[in-house]
């Protein structure tokens, strides 16, 4: 995709490389770029060059650029497009709108920036970045013709070709970076990131995202996939002022409070969950997280993944003492598995109702699950179901109050 302008353009080698290995004479740099992309790339390639009325000329005359693209290849006369002068602000919509309908789903884009939109580069990212969302094209290259830089060499002027595609890249990892400090999700992310040959990060980062959207507290509760993170990004040969790099460390920094083995994981991710709007997640992790709070407390963090002990401390955080004692003369004689078991629950259960800030976390479990969880999890069908609202607030509030116990 390409401009034509109306300045009366003079013969030049456009290069392509520092070496100028790759190089064309022509005083149109859309013949350049074509020459490059198809007999040195081997590319199929299907030009379209829009021009105002008064760039016809530079088209139709003799040696124009219309005979110069026919000499490439003969259907390639047909690709002009014609868009008005771009005078006004209605015109340059109209503009944006002719080169949008031109573009089908999932085309590769090789888009030359030299002409036409040069005054208008906001205009030239801001429409990539539209047909990228709306028609899911991918950016190939960007070229620039840079004949003001030109230099004479041997009786001739060369002008490079500069590839100024990294300015759609960090477009496009500034948008993920930022869906994924602002949403939760990183899939985008990595996905960039696994392009750039950065597996590692890029299965770090998925690895994180999956663990929130799923409630992986375990993995959470170790943190090994966040400490990853902050490895693999130190470890990237980006230089400290590069563009990337920069996002990257921005990403980075949200990780530095998770720590090995640490209940403050859970509540780092509650956290990313609130800020996130993942409610269900993160008042599934706050209940699951006291719970892994009490068996820290009570000397029993080894039973972490254990059912049958997480449901002991879950009942006991959910009911009074007596309620729950009462339990124990309702097993049968003949029920060895759960005689077997009363001595260890009592002295669990001994503990915990002992803990000094027993009161407060059980308090918070139970607001959990009355103002959040058992709403959610029937999806409201209940009288007087809760808001998204309320769920963010009722949240919020418990994840202060277990922030004050620990």
């Known amino acids: 995709m390409s401009f034509l302008g109306t300045s009366s ?52 005359k003799k040696q124009g650029l219309k005979e110069g ?7 390639f006369e047909s690709s002009a497009v014609e868009i008005p002068d771009g005078k006004s602000k209605e015109e340059l919509l109209m503009i944006f709108l002719k080169v949008y309908e031109h573009l089908n789903d999932g085309d590769e884009v090789y888009f030359d920036i030299t002409h036409g939109f040069r005054s208008l580069p906001m205009l030239t990212m801001v429409f990539l970045n539209y047909a990228k969302f709306l028609k899911s094209i991918s950016v190939k290259a960007i070229y620039y013709g840079a004949f003001d830089a030109k230099q ?8 490079p070709v500069w590839n100024l595609t990294y300015f759609s890249t960090i477009q496009d990892w500034t948008n993920a970076a930022n869906q994924f400090l602002q949403t939760g999700n990183g899939l985008f992310l990595s996905d960039l990131i696994e392009a750039e040959g950065l597996e590692n990060l890029k299965e770090s980062i998925s690895n994180f995202t999956k663990e929130i959207l799923v409630n992986r507290g375990v993995s959470i509760y170790h943190g090994k996939t966040q400490a990853a993170v902050i490895e693999q990004i130190e470890s990237i040969g980006f230089k400290n002022k590069d563009p990337l790099n920069i996002i990257l460390k921005k990403v980075q920094s949200h990780f530095k409070s998770y720590n090995p083995d640490s209940i403050s994981n859970g509540l780092n991710a509650v956290k990313w969950c609130i800020d996130n709007g993942l409610i269900q997640q993160g008042a599934t992790l706050l209940e699951e997280f006291a719970t892994t709070y009490v068996l820290h407390k009570i000397g029993k963090i080894q039973f972490i993944t254990d059912k049958v002990f997480r449901g002991i401390v879950s009942s006991a955080l959910s009911v009074p003492k007596k309620t729950y004692i009462a339990k124990f003369s309702n ?30 976390i059980s308090e918070t479990v139970r607001k959990i699950k009355k103002s959040i969880r058992d709403d959610i999890n029937h999806a409201g069908f209940r009288d007087q179901p809760r808001t998204y609202d309320e769920f ?7 994840y202060k109050e277990f922030l004050k116990m620990i």
């Open 152 to 159: 004479a060499i041997d009786n001739q002027n060369w002008a």
């Open 392 to 398: 963010k607030e009722s949240l919020q509030k418990r």
């Open 9 to 60: 353009y003079s013969n030049i080698q456009y290069y392509f490389d520092s070496e100028r290995e790759h190089h064309f004479e022509t005083p149109f740099i859309q013949e350049a770029i074509l020459k490059y992309l198809i007999d040195i790339k081997g590319f199929k390639i299907t030009p379209k060059v829009f021009l105002t009325g008064l760039a016809k000329v530079n088209w139709e």
């Open 69 to 75: 693209l026919n000499k490439i290849d003969s259907t």
């Open 331 to 360: 097993i049968a004689e003949d029920d060895e598995i759960s005689l077997s078991l009363k001595n260890e629950e009592e002295e669990i259960i001994s503990k915990i109702y002992s803990l000094d800030d027993y009161k407060k």
